[in-house]
């Protein structure tokens, strides 16, 4: 499966922003979905994934009642509603997928795509 992550950009403190994750090639809908981000100078690090159906989603707790994952295999697509942006979010962030969303949790993807990138300015 290819993905494609887009809708990063600049935001101030406190505002939105909804990032996509557009797959193509194998059937999307039987992978679970993930975004992991990386700040400059720092690991890469999870952030939420959601499984094949939609039903569980997991967060970093860092992300936690701020951030929702969400999932629409009509369209192949795959979402990060991120809301109350910190200047510690700032970070690429990518979409990744794997068959098992517990290797997602555990930091490991089988396929991930291009960054898009997140600025929160304070």
């Known amino acids: 499966v290819q993905l494609q992550a887009c809708g990063g950009g600049l935001v101030q403190a406190g505002g939105s922003l909804r990032l996509s994750c557009a797959a193509s090639?194998?059937?999307?809908?039987?992978?679970?979905v993930g975004w992991f981000r990386q700040a400059p100078g720092k690991e890469r690090e999870f952030v939420a994934a959601?499984?094949?159906?939609?039903?569980?989603?997991f967060y970093a707790d860092s992300v936690k009642g701020r951030f929702t994952i969400s999932r629409d295999n009509a369209k192949n697509t795959a979402y990060l509603q991120m809301n109350g942006l910190k200047p510690e979010d700032t970070a690429v962030y990518y979409c990744?997928?794997?068959?098992?969303?517990?290797?997602?949790?555990?930091?490991?993807?089988?396929?991930w795509g291009q960054g898009t990138l997140v600025t929160v300015s304070s």
């Open positions: 990744v997928a794997d068959l098992r969303a517990d290797k997602l949790r555990g930091g490991s993807y089988d396929y």
């Open positions: 090639g194998r059937s999307f809908s039987v992978y679970a």
């Open positions: 959601i499984s094949w159906g939609g039903g569980s989603s």
